[in-house]
């Protein structure tokens, strides 16, 4: 029997960590994610500080595309105070990065810039440039949440740039679709429409569920802001479809705020409703209620509905649907959809 090689064992789990960050960066969340639960187990019997905080790392990724916060969290904290006791600016740059977009998703947009440009400093420090792409695409983000659109559109632009050069196509995607969300914002649907349509079908041939759901919802509610119902309907549905496989609430709840919309168009008033508390109640329990910049598409649509139907009507059906589960209605919606 071969003699038992420490060195050779860290080597091993190293390669496995890299192959279940790999994993995440392609969307291969099931798998990904099972691996690195084995490795961090691996890291800590070894004792392998770094090994530990970047599978925590990892870790706190995965429990992003689940929209599990406090496991993302609670990972990159805890990530982030081992790189510090080792002195890793590359350990340091990643969970910042990840502690930035949860402060995005609460609303903390002061925090999140200020952290987004703390990774900034930390990949030109390290010449990674593909890392400054997508940082230069966070504060895009931030920029555009707080409604300064030449900013946001600037600095997505030379994000672009930066990804196309490196022929970094997530990256290129997380910076074309904030040019996307940009226009569509400012009213330019045609313009929105055509940043996002190339990458609806690269998502798809990469089975990446969170990425499509996102395009989806975007084209979706193009198509219910133009007036055409069938088109909403279509994207919405596949939307949900593909939010359903990442067992994320806030990604489910966008899409069923989507058909929420379209349903309002196809005079379907009470089931819009209805999913609008559904989905409320779902960010809610999610811990990560709308905050006030991202509730224009729910307020266009409530508005709307409000005006069918009138505030009380209105009141007592969004209570009807908080009270509904986020999972079941998805399924009940894939099964039972309305027609216009």
């Given at each position: 029997m071969d003699a038992y090689d420490p060195a050779s064992t860290l080597e091993s789990t190293r390669a496995q960590w890299f192959l279940a960050h790999a994993q995440w960066t392609v969307g291969a969340l099931v798998a990904g994610e099972q691996r690195v639960e084995r490795v961090l187990v691996r890291f800590r019997t070894l004792r392998d500080a770094w090994g530990t905080a970047a599978a925590l790392t990892t870790r706190a990724c995965f429990a992003l595309a689940r929209g599990d916060l406090e496991s993302l969290r609670g990972n990159a904290e805890d990530a982030r105070a081992l790189f510090a006791e080792l002195g890793d600016l590359w350990g340091r740059l990643k969970t910042t990065d990840v502690l930035g977009r949860l402060a995005e998703i609460n609303g903390d947009y002061d925090r999140a810039a200020q952290?987004?440009?703390?990774?900034?400093?930390?990949?030109?420090?390290l010449e990674t440039w593909?890392?400054?792409s997508t940082k230069l695409s966070g504060l895009g983000r931030i920029a555009l949440l707080t409604q300064r659109y030449d900013e946001a559109d600037d600095l997505h632009t030379r994000a672009l740039r930066l990804a196309v050069g490196q022929g970094n196509q997530p990256a290129e995607?997380?910076?074309a679709l904030g040019l996307a969300l940009s226009a569509r914002r400012q009213g330019r649907l045609d313009a929105a429409e055509e940043w996002l349509r190339p990458w609806l079908a690269w998502n798809r041939r990469r089975g990446d569920g969170p990425g499509l759901a996102l395009v989806l919802a975007e084209?979706?509610?193009i198509a219910e802001q133009r007036g055409d119902t069938g088109r909403a309907l279509a994207y919405h549905r596949d939307g949900l479809a593909a939010a359903a496989t990442t067992k994320d609430p806030r990604s489910v709840a966008l899409a069923l705020e989507g058909l929420a919309g379209a349903y309002s168009l196809a005079g379907a008033a009470q089931r819009a409703i209805r999913l609008l508390g559904t989905a409320a109640a779902a960010r809610e329990r999610a811990g990560a209620p709308h905050p006030p910049a991202e509730q224009g598409d729910v307020e266009r649509i409530s508005g709307r509905l409000r005006?069918?139907?009138?505030?009380?009507?209105?009141?007592?059906?969004f209570s009807v649907g908080?009270?509904?589960?986020?999972?079941?209605q998805a399924t009940a919606e894939s099964t039972h959809p309305a027609t216009p």
């Open positions: 952290l987004h440009r703390e990774s900034l400093r930390i990949a030109q420090a593909p890392e400054m995607q997380f910076a084209l979706g509610f005006a069918t139907v009138g505030e009380a009507a209105y009141t007592h059906e908080t009270q509904r589960d986020h999972e079941s």
